[in-house]
């Protein structure tokens, strides 16, 4: 089983920058592919990032294309999201999510592909 945990959402002027962190603990963080998902009240999940195990594959949403960056360190089992850039229309609450590769492959889009969630953290863009 592991846990997803997100930190370093808040609130942040339009065209300023924040930078998600999900920890990662009970599981084999290297063995998972990892997405970044937010949602908006009233709207449906949307993908933003995915990253694979080794962090030498990433996608991105093309809302997000050239703004956002996801990486990795699988030495401190953690996940980041660096958002340049940002946009009132970014406004959601971000979740992590990971999924195992030895049972999953290579997941992008698919939220229903994913095997464990956290619990979100709010991002808010004031224009």
Known sequence: QVQLVESGGGLVQAGGSLRLSCAASGGTFS???????????????????????????????????????????????????????????????????AADLRTRGWVVRASERYDYWGQGTQVTVSS
């Open 31 to 97: 063995s998972y592919n990892m997405g970044w998902f937010r949602q908006a009240p009233g709207n449906e999940r949307e993908f933003v990032a995915a990253i694979s195990w080794s962090g030498g594959t990433t996608y991105y949403a093309d809302s997000v294309k050239g703004r956002f960056t996801i990486s990795r360190d699988n030495a401190k089992n953690t996940v980041y999201l660096q958002m340049n850039s940002l946009k009132p229309e970014d406004t959601a609450g971000y979740y992590c999510a």
